[in-house]
Nanobody, 120 residues
């Protein structure tokens, strides 16, 4: 079992920056792809950015050029640097991870979410 804990959310003015962190813990063999999703009120959860273990990244069109995803494999952590924030970035941000267990079983895990609010 893998536990994901996000931190770094908060209230920021439009144009500001925030850095989200997500720490994975538990009896982990290997974390593969990690990603950030977000869900705004009344909307479906959407992928914001993802990163493979090797460092390949992908981003939602709405955040390209403003957000940067990175990870530290040794620490089992993933980060999301968010710059030039807009009110439409307001949402609960969730960390997601794919894990390969010692028994070579694939698992997918979610964090509890962290609120990001961008004021205009």
């Amino acid at each position: 079992q893998v536990r994901l804990v996000e931190s770094g959310g908060g209230l920021v003015q439009a144009g500001g920056s925030l850095r989200l962190s997500c720490a994975a813990s538990g009896n982990i063999f290997r974390i593969n792809t990690m990603a950030w999703y977000r869900q705004a009120p009344g909307k479906e959860r959407e992928l914001v950015a993802g990163i493979t273990r090797g460092g390949s990244t992908n981003y939602a069109d709405s955040v390209k050029g403003r957000f940067t995803i990175s990870r530290d494999n040794a620490k089992n952590m993933v980060y999301l640097q968010m710059n030039s924030l807009k009110p439409e970035d307001t949402a609960v941000y969730y960390c997601n991870a794919d894990e390969l267990s010692y028994e070579f079983q694939q698992g997918n895990y979610w964090g509890q979410g962290t609120q990001v609010t961008v004021s205009s």
